[in-house]
């Protein structure tokens, strides 16, 4: 099986590059044979990087020594889910996981069009089967996950002890969906220039595989704070690190795009900045790939350098120049069908919020390429770090919250005044008695308030929408408010699961802005001492060391302290951290220390505790931080997820749902309010 598994890389690169040439040519030639034969070749593809995967999947599994791949990141006794996940937990595997899902991708998006774009599909179908020959090149001529090695080990050195976590574990695969996500759209893209049909045919085609993508970069996103602050020891969950800004990025483009995108539909206007956002998510997808591969940047997220970097940067500066040049020339095929009739409308909107979302793209970009651009500029590497980060962009994201909650307040087109008067009376009201509150219970930051009093805008203007949906129902089919709520949601997917989209970015911001009242401090306890500290909320938290333990578990060694914590006065429980040295069976280390957290945590805050070092035979150093709002961040992802999830669901009554309303013809008293319609 493993023999078969490597020779099916061979054939799926043959056969995905004989569908990159038969399909361009079938498209020129208009040639159906050739474009039925490309089509069947990505099927054909699939199968064989199916196979590989399964040849790789069963030398893992049986502890086949003889692969390097297998000896580097397995061991005898790891645990067969870790064993299994061990398949993108290095350089080689996750390069097959990425052709795997990239594949299955392909062959979905052929054959849900296999009656529809016909015009656009050789051209899709071609663009993929490149962007598969150079993964599948890639594999097999850099970096082989079926290298075999010069003798057998006795057993693999193991997976590397940070990644032996179940949330690593989905991890990287649904960030990998998420970036191989945008391929599809890419695909789409390129045929659309390539034919010049820039119509909305394309963007019908792509909108849903832009969801798809943004949800699975959502949610990798969101195990990857959650994996660093529970296992890395850094403190908190974003570090701005090169790795987790190069996941960032992709997903600030797709969500402008997923924006912009109601726009050309219903006004038929921002047709370049389309087609420019579809181009550049896929490319940000590349560029992380290649931040994670190339060994250019250091980050506790990449691996090793390696000749694959080269492959990666030679492909993305190919891919820019062939998409530049290919919108450059068909930028009077892009023109768009209406202009801007008023900068107080909802389309105005939705081009400011687009505009933000790229800057801070553009900023957080900037601020990850820095440093190479340094060294190559100046032979030295300056780090940029968070106070860039957080200067640049904590401004753009208070203006994007605030944006989030005045754009679904705008009519199209034009906003009258008697219009805006209505419509944002209680949201702005209900901000600034927020604001006013928070101020008089001392939140002083200006950040943190601006931070609240636009999430109240957000939250009400949500809340009103709903109101009024909801409302409209209860008139018009005299449905309860209780059973109004489910059907008006499952009518407009599309928009209220966007409404609960923006309520997990309200959730989210309202824990970003805790961290103004993060507290951190440094101890040392021997054993039998005790510390104490107070935190931002005036709460006193004692801290009794109960000494130093050290013991071996399996192939660890293990330092570990155990704290009685008490919280005013009163018993809150212990709160153990730990140092794990991971050694082989001749107890000779393989990997760098890791650390093991402390957290005793509740929804208001986490106290979060690390042994940052050892001193004699009791004495340890120690890092309490107490972290407000952390759980609420997981919610606030949670939530974006789950709205992501309605927003994708297939409608059961398809021209009910696209249209948003349905309006039912019955005898009301004269004198009775009719009801706002919209969305329900």
Partial sequence: MILVGELSL??????????????????????????????????????????????????LLTHDFSIRYVASYTSANLPKVYTITAFWGGQSGSLLFWALILSIYSAIALWTNRTRNRELMPYVTGTLALILV?????????????????????????????SRILGMAIHPPNLYLGYVG?????????????????DAEWLAAVRRWALLAWFFNTVGIVLGMW??????????????????????????????????????????????????????????SIFGTFITRSGVISSVHSFAQSPVGKWFAAFLILAIVVTAYLVSTRLQDLKSTAELESMISREA?????????????????????????????????????????????????????????????????????????????????????????????????????????????????????FYKGV??????????????????????????????????????FAAFAG????????????????????????????????????????????????????RDGKPAGVITSEKRQHVDSRGVPTFEPSTEVGIMGSFKQDVYVVL???????????????????????????????GGLVVMWPAADKQRAQSGYAAVLKPRPIGERVPDLVGA
């Fill in 471 to 508: 409302t409209a129902r209860h008139h018009m089919y005299g449905e309860s408010r209780v059973i109004a709520l489910p059907r008006l949601i499952a009518r407009n997917r599309r928009r209220y699961g966007g409404y609960i989209v923006h309520l997990g970015v309200v959730v989210v």
């Fill in 349 to 465: 909107a939705f081009l400011y919020n687009n505009l933000v979302l790229v800057g801070i793209a553009f900023s957080v970009l900037w601020g990850t390429l820095f440093p190479i651009i340094s060294e190559a500029v100046r032979g030295n590497k300056i780090t940029v770090g968070p106070p860039f980060f957080n200067t640049v962009n904590i401004p753009l994201g208070l203006l994007l919250l605030l944006l989030t909650g005045i754009g679904p307040l705008i009519a199209w087109r034009r906003a009258s005044v008697a219009n805006l008067k209505r419509q944002f009376l209680i949201p702005v009201t209900s901000a600034a008695t927020i604001g006013i509150l928070c101020f008089a219970l001392g939140v002083h930051n200006l950040a943190a308030l601006l931070s609240y009093t636009f999430g109240a805008l957000v939250l009400a203007t949500i809340v009103q929408e």
């Fill in 227 to 284: 994996w660093a602050y529970v296992e890395l020891g850094w403190g908190g969950y974003w570090a701005w690190d090169p790795v987790e800004n190069a996941s960032l990025l992709p997903w600030l483009v797709n969500t402008a795009f997923l924006h912009s995108i109601m726009v050309q539909e219903k006004r038929g206007m921002l047709r370049k900045w389309n087609v420019t956002l579809v181009v550049s998510a896929f490319l940000l």
């Fill in 10 to 59: 061979w054939v799926a690169l043959l056969m995905a590059a004989w569908a990159a040439t038969v399909s361009f040519a079938g498209g020129q030639m208009r040639r159906a044979d050739l474009i039925e034969s490309g089509e069947r070749a990505i099927y054909a593809t699939l199968a064989m990087v199916v196979l590989a995967s399964l040849g790789l999947w069963t030398a």
């Fill in 134 to 162: 150079f993964f599948l090149a890639t594999i097999c001529l850099g970096s082989n996950p079926f290298e075999r090695l010069d003798f057998i080990p006795a057993d693999g050195r193991g997976l590397n002890p940070s």
């Fill in 515 to 566: 961290l103004a009242f993060k507290r951190e401090f440094d101890l040392t306890l021997n054993a039998g001492d005790t510390k104490a500290v107070t935190d931002a909320w005036g709460h006193r938290w004692t801290f009794l060391s109960q000494g130093i333990s050290r013991y071996n578990v399996l192939n660890r060694e293990v330092t570990a302290i155990a704290l009685d914590v008490t």
């Fill in 182 to 198: 945008t391929s599809i759209p890419f695909a789409f893209a390129i045929a659309a220039l390539l034919t010049r049909r820039l």
């Fill in 612 to 642: 940052a070092g050892v001193r004699g035979a009791d004495g340890a150093e120690i890092r309490v931080t107490f972290n407000p709002l952390v759980r609420w961040v997981w919610l606030g992802g949670a939530l974006m997820a789950l």
